[in-house]
């Protein structure tokens, strides 16, 4: 009984307090946004495709965006480098690292006034700090379905950075998306357990076409992987940005990360005074154009291009993941059974290489 | 027929003179200062904001101060240990390996929760002194015994200890919860409080009790009597029957320690948490500071404030006037080899003879 009062006073609560907890996060005064970057915004890859968004910002907004690039992931500095646009008048602060992470959280509870955006951050649940990231892994369910059709050998290769959940999706997802069209397919995956090393892309890339596979995917920023496939006339799938650029006949499609539409859509609601920031930080994808698929090759069956553009839309409509059910671990053991699929922490912590792909995730992890 | 040409010879002095020595200090500090000044106004920067964003802004702001004493902490530590093991001569150039290993070791304490939670911190920053100690007797032990190159040996172990940072951060001791290469957020129990002032916290009063605690040794004691002796002459101090072997074990040791216990205080007081990036740059910063600081603890204490200035006055250039991050280092290594410059040149004087070559 003790119990439903208070459950009763907590709705009523709920109900009294509703109309302000609808009018959300704004700012006063102009907009001055400043974006705290890891890498460069001419590094080809991640930097660059933020690069893109703060142009889109500016031009949406009319405003000059101020940028540090090469911001070490070191918590002290960070917040230190905040500190500084803070102090200077900034209202709207973005960083796009996850090693920003408690920088970010620790000045969005000291600055309450000032919004916190964080591209692949994980902190969150401030009324004003909000982490975001894309599901990338959409983008790769398409590419692997190009990458299927093309194939003649039936193998694919493709180079990744570190055994971590946000970069398994997206070698699992290429593999869905290849035996989709292609049941047949293999496909071997690396670690290199660097974000940018051009030599060891080179080299990797080039033992994977050594072996047979006629279509390099790369997750990582470099252009040397679709050069090595490019010099041997084989196919090429890029990441991040259009990288068709480096491979001019042999690219087949970027995946790309369009960071812009969350980004000015949020300021706007800034603007507006009607920000209210996810619980778990936001995650978007196709459905808002936030992920995509950049320089597609135009050398493509007709029924393939409509089987693709069916699955977009599925996806972008919520009818289809690239990870439902069944789903079968490399080993052969089943992860999602029929009918199910894989929630938004699963996928978090996707630590298994899917069925058909060649490779090892390594035993710690 | 004889022909005349001018030749250029070096020659050392037989004494430097106290005045001499002022001289060199100052001289180079100031040529350091100038080039610096040069190369930030030829970057961009306005002569009258290079004052207000190096003095005022980080000096004379409650603000700056703060953020310069946060970044001096570890600097203070690392410094120390530079200075404690060149004093020696023994070119410790793997201080970012010890930084790694008592970073881990802390680390360790925490992740494991060995100790009861009410001394918890002191069992991590001890864990952390001795990892760095432990990391640095390797190559000690290999220079005593073998004659192996310490330079090459101390800089290598710290790409080894880094390749465990990464096994462990991708392996065991990822946090759960972040899905990336980070070990889990410490208890409270497990970090140094604030001491309420911007992000300063009680590692500070480590680093400057570390400090005092370097300065009796090294400048009170015995024992830096015959560090001071040994690394000015050791066959001189062996033949005088110094301890010369125990005193280079001791310095190095204390040196490997204090650069790991520099590792211990940023994960409790700042990071929290081992991460990939943290022990990066403190090598190259602890040396300066050693170098400019001659070896002498006290003025480590000092030196490293100012370059812990210099960093946030850094962030500022590059925030503001978008200069790139190298801009730290870069000034550390200009100032860095202007002192050795003058030094070299109050230490020898130039002649130019006149030689009768015959022809």
């Known amino acids: ?105 620790e000045a969005a509870t000291e600055y309450p006034e000032v919004a916190f955006m964080n591209a692949a951050g994980v902190t969150n649940n401030q009324k004003n700090l909000e982490s975001f990231y894309l599901r990338t892994y959409q983008g790769w369910y398409l590419a692997g379905m190009i990458a299927g059709a093309k194939t003649e050998t039936n193998k694919l290769g493709m180079i990744a ?54 279509v390099i995917a790369t997750d990582l920023s470099a252009a040397s992987a679709l050069n090595a496939a490019e010099q041997l006339n084989r196919f090429s799938v890029g990441f991040q940005i259009d990288m068709t650029r480096h491979a001019p006949t042999g690219h087949l499609a970027s995946v790309l990360l369009v960071w812009a539409p969350y980004l000015t859509d949020t300021i706007r609601k800034i603007r507006a005074g009607e920000w209210e920031p996810s619980e778990w930080g936001a995650f978007v994808g196709i459905e808002t154009g936030s992920v995509a698929l950049g320089g597609v090759t135009g050398d493509l069956p007709d029924d393939i291009r409509a089987r693709i553009e ?21 080993d052969g053991d089943q992860v999602v059974a029929a009918g199910e699929s894989l929630d938004d922490g699963a996928l978090w912590q996707m630590n298994y290489f899917v069925e058909g792909i060649v490779g090892t995730m390594p035993a710690s992890n | 027929m004889l022909d005349m040409s001018t030749g250029i010879t070096l020659v050392r002095r037989q004494s430097i003179s106290g005045r001499l020595r002022a001289l060199s200090f100052v001289g180079g500090l100031g040529t350091g200062f100038f080039i610096t000044f040069l190369v930030l106004v030829s ?20 603000h700056g101060l703060a953020q310069a004493t946060t970044t001096a902490i570890p600097l203070i530590l690392a410094g120390l240990g530079a200075a404690a093991a060149m004093k020696l001569r023994f070119w410790n150039i793997g201080i970012e390996g010890q930084v790694w290993a008592g970073a881990i070791a802390a680390t360790g304490v925490a992740f494991y929760d060995i100790g009861p939670e009410s001394i918890r911190l002191y069992v991590m920053l001890l864990a952390a002194i001795l ?28 790409y080894v200890i880094f390749q465990l940072v990464q096994h462990l951060l991708f392996g065991p001791w990822q946090d759960p919860s972040a899905s990336f290469p980070v070990s889990p957020h410490f208890d409270d129990a497990e970090r140094l409080s604030r001491i309420g002032w911007g992000a300063v916290h009680n590692g500070l009063w480590v680093a400057l009790g570390f400090g005092a605690l370097m300065w009796v040794l090294l400048e009170r004691s015995k024992f830096g009597y015959c560090a001071t002796a040994v690394g000015h002459n050791p066959l001189a101090a062996k033949g005088t029957g110094l301890p010369v072997i125990t005193t280079i074990v001791i310095s190095v040791l204390l040196s490997g320690g204090l650069a790991g216990l520099a590792g211990g205080v940023i994960t409790s007081g700042a990071e929290y948490r081992l991460t990939q990036f943290l022990a990066h740059g403190y090598t190259f910063s602890g040396i300066v500071i ?67 070559v015959p022809a």
Do not use: C
């Not at chain 1, 703060?54 to 031009?59: F, G, L, M």
């Not at chain 1, 960070?78 to 973005?94: A, F, M, P, T």
């Not at chain 1, 069209?181 to 890339?205: C, H, M, R």
């Not at chain 2, 920067?45 to 003095?55: H, K, R, T």
């Open chain 2, 131 to 158: 990892a760095g100690a432990a990391w640095i007797a390797i190559p000690v032990f290999f220079k005593l015994r073998y004659g192996v190159n310490e330079i090459i040996m101390t800089l290598l172990m710290a």
């Open chain 1, 1 to 105: 009984m003790k119990r439903f009062g208070m459950l009763l006073g907590l709705a009523l609560l709920l109900i009294t307090i509703s109309p302000q907890a609808h009018a959300g996060f704004g700012i006063e005064g102009d907009l001055k946004i400043a974006y705290i970057m890891g890498s460069t915004r001419q590094d080809g890859g991640w930097g660059e495709s933020h690069g893109i968004a703060i142009q889109a910002i500016e031009e949406e907004f009319g405003v000059d965006v101020a940028v540090t690039e090469d911001v070490p992931e070191d918590t002290v500095r960070v917040k230190q480098i905040i500190d500084l646009y803070v102090r200077r008048g900034y209202n709207i602060i973005i960083g796009n690292s996850f090693g920003y992470s408690d920088a970010f959280l």
């Open chain 1, 161 to 214: 950075g570190f055994p971590l959940g946000l970069v398994n999706w997206d070698i699992n997802a290429f593999m869905r998306g290849a035996q989709e069209v292609n049941p047949d397919i293999e496909l071997a995956a690396i670690f290199l357990n660097t974000w940018y090393d051009s030599v060891k892309e080179g080299q990797a890339s080039e033992a994977l076409l050594e072996q047979g596979a006629d």
């Open chain 2, 290 to 356: 050693a170098f400019l600081a001659r070896f002498r603890p006290a003025l480590v204490v000092v030196v490293a404030f100012l370059v812990g200035g210099v960093y946030v006055a850094g962030d500022t250039l590059k925030v503001f006037y978008g200069l790139s991050e190298a801009i730290v280092i870069l000034i550390e290594g200009i100032i860095l080899l202007s002192l050795l410059v003058w030094e070299f040149f109050s230490r020898y004087h130039i002649e130019f003879v006149k030689q009768r």
């Open chain 2, 43 to 62: 970057s961009g920067v306005e002569p009258a904001s290079i004052l207000n964003e190096f003095v005022v802004q980080v000096f004379f702001d409650l």
């Open chain 1, 310 to 330: 069916e699955a977009r839309q599925a996806i972008s409509e919520g009818k289809f993941t690239p990870f439902d059910g069944p789903l079968n671990n490399q």
